[in-house]
């Protein structure tokens, strides 16, 4: 994955669409090792092309069903459930809720 050197996580401890990008990546890969498969047998277990599968992790670029597809092959659909279920607090009339 191109790192890019203008990317402000580089310098400052912060979140940012790049290093979450990075951190997913890497994160799935590990996943996918730890389950002894192959990018091959991951694409074929997902239904995501080969090619997709292969410029998901040199890039991090992915559609999102295809994300989900390869989650689900993982056994860690069940992760994505939990995006957004928490309420952001904008002020404290928001807090308790």
């Known amino acids: 994955m191109n ?6 996580s580089n310098f400052f401890p912060i979140v940012t669409v790049q290093s979450v ?13 730890e389950q002894h498969m192959s ?17 998901f992790e040199q890039s991090g670029e992915i559609s999102l069903h295809s994300l ?5 092959a993982l056994g860690y ?10 309420q952001k607090i904008t002020s404290l009339k928001d807090y308790g809720k």
Do not use: H, P
């Not at 990008?21 to 090792?33: D, Q």
């Not at 659909?77 to 928490?86: G, I, Q, R, V, Y």
């Open 3 to 8: 790192k890019s050197i203008y990317d402000l």
């Open 21 to 33: 990008t990075e951190n997913l990546v890497s994160r799935i890969k590990l996943r996918r090792k």
């Open 39 to 55: 990018q091959k047998e991951i694409s074929a277990r997902s239904g995501v092309s080969l090619a997709s599968y292969r410029r």
């Open 68 to 72: 989900l597809k390869v989650a689900a």
């Open 77 to 86: 659909l069940s992760d994505f459930e939990n995006l957004f279920k928490e």
